[in-house]
């Protein structure tokens, strides 16, 4: 059976208001409640209050339901909550509906709630909307926009972090197959987290290394953009993975075993290494030699795990 479905042009003439979305970005979605909702919200006009009450009314289910879809919307980057301070305290909360999966840094809020806007319940909604092919873009909407213009500058982040965004990016697709994910957007967040932040390529490959094999965060940070974040603390996310990494690390007083490798390879000196540990290299050590910093930092994890199962 055909569907027949009006045009665009066929609605305006109309004098008819409609919103559009990608089709494959729907088709990410596994929840019909979260499915529904997301079309929902996507058809509202931008700073419409959102309650959860009134979705609940909407679509007569219950407020576990809601919460369990707005959940699934933020796993996909699809939904984004950010809470909003005055510099003393929070004094409200904007919820930001993407019409494509959510990448790169976030969005700086042009507008507040004020304190009649907001009772604790409710978030404003800004959008980022898809625009009709022969629809003029505003220049509000093209700061907005991820396509370049021809006087963009060349970008500033080094092939060397390209290569480290793909491999991350790699790294997430292979729990997510269905991540979608610009590797130039993850390229200049390295950047950043370099040059404003002041971490090192090795400080950030190796926790964002122990952040994929975290049991809860590899599920709930899934871009790069996560780590200049700062939680409700204001603490950064990135200090708070190091922090954690350093906590369930072995104590100071016991030695790397890893450390050994790293010393045997810049000494080019192979017989530095005992045969418990030739043993538990996760490639030949021709490979290993010759290695980038990026493959070293993955290759830290299968050694150790190896360590662990020898010993």
């Given amino acids: 059976m055909s569907i027949n479905k009006e045009t665009a ?12 979305f990608d089709p494959q970005v729907f088709d990410l979605i596994r929840s019909s409640e979260a499915a529904a909702i997301w079309v929902y919200l996507i058809t509202k006009n931008e ?29 996909l980057r699809l939904l984004e909550d950010k809470v909003i301070h005055d510099g003393k305290k929070i004094v409200g909360r904007e919820l930001i509906v993407w019409s494509e999966q959510y990448d790169g840094e976030p969005v700086e809020l042009k507008t507040s709630p004020t304190e009649n806007q907001y009772d604790g319940k409710s978030v404003h909604i ?46 997430v697709q292979e729990d997510y197959p269905s991540l979608k994910a610009d590797p130039c957007k993850w390229a200049d967040q390295l950047r950043k987290l370099r040059e404003f932040d002041g971490y090192t390529i ?5 926790t964002w290394a122990w952040v994929r094999q975290d049991q809860f965060w590899s599920k709930n940070c899934q871009s790069l953009a996560k780590f200049r974040q700062r939680n409700r603390d204001g603490v950064r996310y990135i200090d708070l993975f190091i922090q954690q990494r350093q906590q369930k690390q072995q104590p100071i007083d016991q030695p790397d075993p ?16 005992s045969p418990t540990l030739l043993q538990a290299l996760p490639k030949p050590w021709g490979e290993i030699k010759h290695a980038t910093n990026w493959e070293l930092n993955q290759m830290r994890q299968q050694f150790n795990n190896k360590i662990r199962g020898i010993a």
């Fill in 202 to 206: 090795q400080q950030i490959a190796e």
């Fill in 9 to 20: 042009s066929q609605l305006r003439k109309r004098g008819k208001h409609y919103a559009t």
């Fill in 258 to 273: 890893w450390e050994t490798v790293i010393n045997a390879i810049s000494r080019n000196d192979k017989t530095l290494l």
């Fill in 126 to 171: 800004i959008k980022d909307q898809l625009l009709p092919n022969n629809q003029d873009i505003t220049n509000d909407q093209k700061e907005h926009t991820s396509e370049p213009s021809v006087t963009d500058p060349p970008p500033k982040y080094s092939t060397d972090d390209l290569m480290m965004a793909k491999g991350m990016i790699g790294h």
């Fill in 47 to 75: 700073n419409w209050t959102v309650r959860k009450s009134d979705i609940q009314k909407r679509f007569n289910i219950g407020r576990d339901k809601v919460t369990k879809a707005f959940r699934h919307l933020k796993e």
